[in-house]
């Protein structure tokens, strides 16, 4: 995405150098990618010396988790060949999952934004000091923020909003959310699209191997609905005439199928515009946004939807209770609607509080410096180097290091000047 998100990596790095000076930020860019190589230096590629040296956060708070993504990436270091030409042990100088290289301290920091995950729990048991902060609600802030300054002149069109471009990975349910609306009469109810073809695997839906065949669709539902034309950043924008046209906005989430708390900024952007919501997320969905100071519709309309574990059954659960809403009488629509339009000036008015900001920023500031004291109390520099110690018994990695000519690979000039540096970190730990 084209989202200038390095602002916000900015902010971080200052915060985390108020705890210590030696940090690296490593973020996505371009913003929105998964692949490793593209896990870059917020400030640009740096000496391989300063490297060693920092601590590392590792911003992976985009996207989902996804440990297993990266569990076999390894870089063609010059170093690793030569160890496997010496028969040693790889993890002497490996990659890390995530992690580029080892430092002198023997954790790293991973910056993440959802719950309930079992990728965290695998991630901290593989030397990983978690810091969660709800990063969607900082970029909502930044990117709805003209929300605030506009005004509604309704002209219902629709019952139901309902945004829904990609369909891919973890996405597939919103196939069979269509296919549900269609079963249930509901489709004239909705503005909504599909893309046929997933616009990032360039495949039509009904070749797909679903890895849920539970979400493949029954109906041709390009028969039912239009092309979507929407493009990959339209969820970090809002469209006005879409909110003055429709009553409720139905928010297809990122994680559905899945045991993850995750809400990102889709969450956000009818609360930013003032709308009425219903949440097609994980389980808890609603009791989250709760916990951060907005209210849901539970007075309204049956909520228990967000209660439900097992996912088919919420999906059966969510397109009933649109159901349901779609038959309303006349005289029930209005009363429940104006109802729901007291909640949502009000989740409106509070995420626009200066209350809910400081909120997330106490959320980053305290989690980020617990996480990285944690890191510091806890580092010890001896593995680091016994590991560089045993390295250089040989001439092999001596002449390679000798060799080197990219100063963001080590040299023989910055090891000798990182172990001097640890050892005596080293002595001032014992003393």
Sequence with gaps: MSIPLDRLYHFIEDIAKEINDNIIIYRFYPHGEKNRDNLQELNGPILWKERALSIPVYCHDQEPLDYELYQNITKNYKLRNILKSLSMELSMYSDRNLMHQPTIYNKTCLLHSEKRSTNLTTYQTNEC??????????????????????????????????????????????????DLLVELGLENYCQTSVNPVEPDLGIHYKIHKFKNPRWCPISSLENFFPISTA????????????????????????????????????????????????????????????????????????????????????????????KTISQWTPKEKITKLINAQEISDYNRRHFFNKEFVNQIMAE????????LNQIINEFDVKPFVERWEKLLTYKEINSCLESESDLRNPTLSQVTAVLQIAKRLQTNRTN
């Excluded at 007075?299 to 996912?311: G, V």
């Design 364 to 371: 980053l500031k305290t989690n980020l410096t617990s996480g």
């Design 129 to 178: 000091v978690d810091v969660y902060y709800w990063s969607h609600a900082l970029m909502a802030l930044d990117w709805f923020r003209f929300a605030e300054h506009t005004t509604q002149k309704k002209q219902v069109d629709k019952l139901f909003l309902i945004y829904n471009r990609a369909w891919c990975g973890t996405r597939e349910y919103r196939l069979k959310f269509l």
């Design 231 to 322: 493009q990959s950043h339209y969820s970090a924008d809002f469209d006005l005439n879409d909110y003055e046209s429709t009553d409720i906005e139905v928010v297809l989430e990122t994680l559905f199928d899945d045991s993850r708390l995750h809400l990102t900024e889709k969450s956000l952007r009818p609360i930013a515009c003032g709308q009425p919501f219903i949440i097609a997320g994980t389980y808890g969905s609603l009791e989250y946004l709760r916990s951060y100071g907005f209210k849901t519709f539970g007075n309204i309309w049956d909520e228990s939807y967000d209660t439900i574990e097992n996912s088919e059954e919420r999906l059966f659960a969510i397109t009933n209770l649109m």
